[in-house]
């Protein structure tokens, strides 16, 4: 599963590293963090009506799941469309009537 793997990625920084690396890394005026040439970390709120309730990840899964906005970034083989098709079947389920955005910065 294409979300869960992104998601262990993500959560391998456990507690102790992430307070190093948010302490030396965020700006006060801003919710974003770069962590040593990384992604860009943006705080995540899964559940909207608790804003307590939030999980530090990757720009592109925050835009992914809240905006429904794609971005394929490497060249297309055979696993990174089937990671694309999995992850538009998935938007698709969660609701066929909103639009999907891609941007698409690839070689060739």
Avoid: H
Avoid at 9 to 17: E, G, R, V
Avoid at 47 to 57: D, V
């Amino acid at each position: 599963n294409v979300l869960s793997y992104q998601l262990k990625s993500i959560n391998k920084l456990n507690s102790q590293i992430y307070n190093k690396v948010n302490n030396k890394f965020t700006n006060r005026n801003s919710n974003i963090y770069m962590a040593g040439g990384q992604v860009p970390m943006v705080p995540y709120f899964p559940n909207r009506n608790n804003p307590n309730e939030y999980m530090w990840m990757d720009v592109y899964n925050v835009l992914g799941r809240s905006k429904r906005t794609l971005f394929v970034t490497r060249f297309l083989d055979d696993e990174s469309c089937n990671q694309l098709i999995a992850s538009l079947l998935w938007l698709q389920g969660q609701s066929d009537k909103e639009p999907i955005t891609m941007y698409f910065n690839v070689p060739g």
